[in-house]
């Protein structure tokens, strides 16, 4: 039974499942902009938040614990002194979830999640 355990998980084992989420989580931050499934979305939009709320702390610690997660150097780095600094004053929604349709392949519905 599944009771009080939280996240999806996409037919995958945990390994594989947290590799996901960082290659997605850093091509957000790379490009502003990805196009997904509905349901990885919801799970990238709160770990994409973090990683912006890291940054715009700004501390040597912030900066490890977003470097173990973000898995290019130059986006890190791009992260704590370009995309942070433009949500100084917003106190937390930095991403987007646009609905665009549903992919002709399964059906599965297809967003776009995108920074504000």
Do not use: W
Request: proline share 3%.
């Amino acid at each position: 039974m599944r009771h009080k355990l939280k996240g999806r998980q996409f037919g995958r084992s945990t390994g594989p499942r947290k590799a996901m989420y960082k290659i997605i989580v850093t091509d957000l931050i790379r490009h502003g902009r990805i196009e997904t499934t509905i349901s990885k979305a919801k799970e990238i939009k709160s770990i994409c938040e973090e990683m912006i709320t890291l940054g715009k702390k700004g501390t040597l610690h912030d900066r490890r614990i977003a470097a173990a997660f973000i898995t290019d150097k130059n986006v890190l780095s791009s992260l704590f002194t370009e995309i942070a600094p433009k949500y100084s004053d917003r106190p937390g929604g930095y991403t987007r979830i646009i609905r665009k349709g549903f992919r002709p392949g399964d059906g599965a519905e297809i967003v776009i999640l995108e920074l504000v």
